[in-house]
T-cell receptor, first 109, second 113 residues
Framework: GQQLNQSPQSMFIQEGEDVSMNCTSS?????WLWYKQDPGEGPVLLIA?????ELTSNGRLTAQFGITRKDSFLNISASIPSDVGIYFC?????????FGTGTRLQVFP | DAGITQSPRHKVTETGTPVTLRCHQT?????MYWYRQDPGHGLRLIHY???????DKGEVSDGYSVSRSKTEDFLLTLESATSSQTSVYFC????????????FGQGTRLTVV
């Protein structure tokens, strides 16, 4: 079945560094989403993107909807310890969301 | 926080036994979903429901069945649990199908030994 591939699979960074991660699909989506999962919790929506080429920010987070509609990028600036978690991209289909494989982020002080 | 409760939160069961996981919501949302989370695979959709008694398969539905007799409850059943079904299971709800904001429960960690 359809699955979105995320890279990198995991990242280990120092507090204060910037982070970039991406998500690719073999098919087109009209909406891309980014969720974050804190340890021991369910995922929570961070950013939603609705138009190809769109660049959207939410505080230190910036996400872009790729022009081909087959990819998306998430950047985190000036990372802090509470950024630790798993980041998932998701593509919207009728009736459901398809999630990516996830990027696990560890932030060291 | 969206009113979603999953039960049990943790369960250990033996291979071949039936298992039922419950998802209960207090938001009156129409759509409910069951996902499983495994390292390297992310979140994969098992089954979903778009109304009472209306369900459909996701990408990894083999070995699972679901039922939704009331708006607020969505049950996931493993008829005969296998070790490959050891996973963390998440329920999610949304007001509109494929809605951008799906709200997730806290997950159920299932271990099949």
């Amino acid at each position: 079945g359809q699955q979105l591939n995320q890279s990198p699979q995991s990242m280990f960074i120092q507090e204060g560094e910037d982070v970039s991660m991406n998500c690719t699909s073999s098919s087109i989506f009209n909406t891309w989403l980014w969720y974050k999962q804190d340890p021991g919790e369910g995922p929570v929506l961070l950013i939603a993107l609705y138009k190809a080429g769109e660049l959207t920010s939410n505080g230190r987070l910036t996400a872009q909807f790729g022009i081909t509609r087959k990819d998306s990028f998430l950047n985190i600036s000036a990372s802090i310890p509470s950024d630790v978690g798993i980041y998932f991209c998701a593509g919207q289909e009728p009736d459901k969301l398809i999630f990516g494989t996830g990027t696990r982020l560890q932030v060291f002080p | 926080d969206a009113g979603i409760t999953q039960s049990p939160r943790h369960k250990v069961t033996e291979t071949g036994t039936p298992v039922t996981l419950r998802c209960h919501q207090t938001e009156n949302h129409r759509y409910m979903y069951w996902y499983r989370q495994d390292p390297g695979h992310g979140l994969r959709l098992i089954h979903y429901s778009y109304g009472v008694k209306d369900t459909d398969k996701g990408e990894v539905s083999d070995g699972y069945s679901v039922s939704r007799s009331k708006t607020e409850d969505f049950l996931l059943t493993l008829e005969s649990a296998t070790s490959s079904q050891t996973s963390v299971y998440f329920c999610a709800i949304s007001e509109v199908g494929g809605d951008t904001e799906a709200f997730f429960g806290q997950g159920t960690r299932l271990t099949v030994v």
